[in-house]
C-alpha cells in the first residue's frame, strides 16, 4: 500500500467514534422519524424552492491503488496504478403535480477527473502523470409519468439507470468509465397489477458506444470516449410476482443486438478489435424470498442461445489470425445465487454462501458456449473480478467461472457495517474464453485461485460516508503467474 492510500485510510479512520455503542436489535419498535433540526430543514427549503422544482447533488473522492490486476504478473508495463477519482454530480427534477400528476423531467449532470500518480493504464491518455479532466457528461436525462391518467401504467423514457434484480444481466451500460456514469439510454414501461402482485415490464435500449452519440460532452470539445466496444440494441420482457413471501418469482426474456465499434481508442487483440458481432436471445428467472424466520435466498439462472462474431475467439476449428471470423451459434448457461442466515442478534450478523457459474467457450467445439453477461460488467461481487478479465476477455466480461464461498456481515456500532468474503474461484475450461495473451495463461489448470475481500463503511451523517476496501487474488494453475493481485481503495462521499 502506498503513503497515499495509508494516509487518506488514516484519515477516515481517525473519524470513526472510538466510544460507539452497540447497534441496537433489529426488532426493537421502530420510532417516529424526528424532526427536521433547523440547519437540515434550511437545506430542504434550498433544495426544493417550489412544489414543481427539486434539486441535489453528490461529491465522490476516492483513492485507489492496486498492483498487477490488469497485467496479471509484476513484469507487465503498468502493473502497478495509483490514481485519485473527484466525481461529481448535480441533478434536476421538474414535477408540475399541480398540472399532470405523476410527470417528471429529470437530469443529472457528471464528471470524474482523476490525477494519475503511476503512468495510466486504462484511459484516453494511456501512460499520462497528472490530471485528467475529462468531460462532463449528461448521464441522466428522461421523461418518467408514473400511474398515467391515474391507471397502473408507468413510463421512463429517455437516458436513465436501470438495475434489476441483483444486476446480474442488466446494471450498468457504460463499463469503460468505472463507475462514473451506469446510465442506459432506454424506454421502460411498467403495469403493476397490485391486487395480483404482479408486475409486467417491458424495455428497449439503444445504446451506443461513444459518450458523444446522443449527447454532447459538455466540456466546450468533444471527445468522442468509448463506453463500451459495441453499438448495442436490446429488448427485454420481465415478469414478476411477490404474492408469496417465501418465493418471489421474476421471469424474462432478453434480447440483445451487437455492432462492433471499429473506432479509435479501444483495444485491439490481434491486430482486431475487440467487439462482437452479435444476436444474443436470454431467457431466465429468478427466485428469492425469506423462509423460516432467519433464512433468505436468491436463485436466478439463465440460458443464451442465438449467434456471435467475435474476431479474437480461440477457435480449433476455424482459425483466422488466432481467431474465427465466422458467426458461431450461441448455446450458453449461467446460475447466481445466494442462501443466507440473519441472526437477528444485537450485531446484526448474516452469514451468506454464495455460488456463481458462468459457461466458458469449448475451444473444440464449433459452437459458442461462452455465458455473456449483457449489461453486467460492474463489480457486483468484486473489484479484481470486473479488472482480472481485462487480459482474458474485456473489462468485465466475466465468463469462464464457478465461484463459491461464504461472506459475513455485521453491524459492531451503529453506523459501522463490515463484511468479509472468500471465495474459491475456478473456471470452466482451461483454456481462456477470449485468450489476448496466450503468456498469460497456463492453458492446463482451472483453478483461478483463493479470492479475499474486506469492507468497512462508516455513514459520519446524513451527508457524509465513506468506506475502505481491500481484495487480494492469490492466483492459482489457471494462471502462469503466481503473482498475487491486489486492490485497495479508500472513499469519502459527500452528499447534498
Do not use: C
Not at 110 to 121: H, S
Not at 250 to 256: A, N
Not at 292 to 300: F, M, N, P, Q
Amino acid at each position: 500500500m502506498t503513503t497515499k492510500v495509508l494516509a487518506f485510510s488514516a484519515i477516515l479512520l481517525a473519524s470513526l467514534p472510538l466510544g460507539a455503542q452497540a447497534q441496537t436489535t433489529p426488532n426493537a419498535a421502530a420510532t417516529p422519524a424526528p424532526e427536521l433540526t433547523p440547519t437540515e430543514q434550511a437545506i430542504h427549503d434550498l433544495k426544493n424552492p417550489t412544489s414543481w422544482l427539486s434539486w441535489g447533488g453528490d461529491f465522490r473522492a476516492r483513492n485507489e491503488y492496486f498492483d498487477n490486476l490488469l497485467t496479471l504478473n509484476s513484469t507487465g508495463k503498468g502493473h502497478e496504478q495509483e490514481y485519485l477519482r473527484f466525481r461529481g454530480r448535480v441533478w434536476l427534477s421538474l414535477a408540475p403535480e399541480d398540472y399532470v400528476k405523476g410527470l417528471s423531467l429529470n437530469v443529472r449532470l457528471a464528471a470524474e477527473p482523476r490525477e494519475w500518480f503511476k503512468p495510466a493504464g486504462y484511459t484516453p491518455k494511456k501512460g499520462h502523470v497528472g490530471p485528467d479532466w475529462t468531460e462532463g457528461i449528461l448521464d441522466t436525462l428522461n421523461l418518467q409519468w408514473k400511474n398515467v391518467g391515474g391507471t397502473p401504467f408507468s413510463a421512463t423514457i429517455g437516458r436513465q439507470d436501470l438495475l434489476l434484480g441483483d444486476g446480474w444481466l442488466v446494471g450498468d451500460g457504460t463499463p469503460y468509465d468505472g463507475s462514473w456514469t451506469y446510465y442506459l439510454d432506454a424506454a421502460r414501461f411498467t403495469y403493476d397489477f397490485k391486487e395480483q402482485h404482479t408486475t409486467i415490464e417491458a424495455i428497449g435500449i439503444i445504446q451506443n458506444s461513444r459518450d458523444d452519440a446522443w449527447l454532447p460532452p459538455l466540456s466546450g470539445y468533444t471527445q468522442n470516449r468509448p463506453e463500451t466496444e459495441q453499438n448495442e440494441k436490446g429488448a427485454l420482457l420481465q415478469v414478476s410476482n411477490t404474492s408469496l413471501p417465501a418465493a418471489n418469482f421474476t421471469g424474462y426474456f432478453i434480447y440483445k443486438h451487437d455492432d462492433r465499434d471499429n473506432g479509435p481508442g479501444l483495444p485491439l487483440v490481434k491486430g482486431f478489435h475487440v467487439g462482437d458481432n452479435a444476436d444474443i436471445y436470454t431467457l431466465g428467472g429468478r427466485i428469492s424470498g425469506v423462509f423460516a424466520d432467519h433464512w433468505k435466498y436468491s436463485v436466478e439462472g439463465a440460458y443464451q442461445f442465438g449467434s456471435k462474431q467475435d474476431l479474437t475467439i480461440q477457435d480449433d476449428h476455424n482459425a483466422y489470425a488466432g481467431g474465427s471470423a465466422d458467426y458461431r451459434n450461441l448455446s450458453a448457461f449461467g446460475i447466481n445465487s445466494k442462501l443466507t442466515y440473519q441472526f437477528k442478534d444485537a450485531l446484526n450478523n448474516q452469514l451468506a454462501l454464495s455460488y456463481e457459474f458462468l459457461s466458458g467457450d469449448d475451444p473444440k467445439s464449433s459452437s459458442d458456449e461462452m455465458f455473456d453477461v449483457l449489461w453486467g460488467r460492474w463489480p457486483r461481487w468484486s473489484e479484481i473480478g470486473l479488472y482480472a478479465y481485462a487480459a482474458e476477455t474485456r473489462i468485465g466480461q466475466e465468463a469462464n467461472l464457478h465461484r463459491l464461498g461464504p461472506t459475513w456481515t455485521l453491524t459492531p456500532a451503529k453506523d459501522l457495517d463490515l463484511a468479509f468474503s472468500y471465495f474459491a474461484l475456478f473456471a470452466d475450461q482451461a483454456v481462456p474464453t477470449r485468450q489476448a495473451s496466450t503468456s498469460l495463461f497456463s492453458n492446463s489448470g482451472t483453478f483461478r485461485g483463493h479470492f479475499l475481500q474486506a469492507v468497512l463503511k462508516y455513514k459520519f451523517s446524513k451527508h457524509m460516508s465513506g468506506h475502505l476496501w481491500g481484495e487480494v487474488l492469490l492466483p492459482g494453475d489457471f494462471y502462469a503467474h503466481n503473482t498475487a493481485i491486489s486492490f485497495l481503495r479508500a472513499e469519502l462521499m459527500f452528499t447534498f
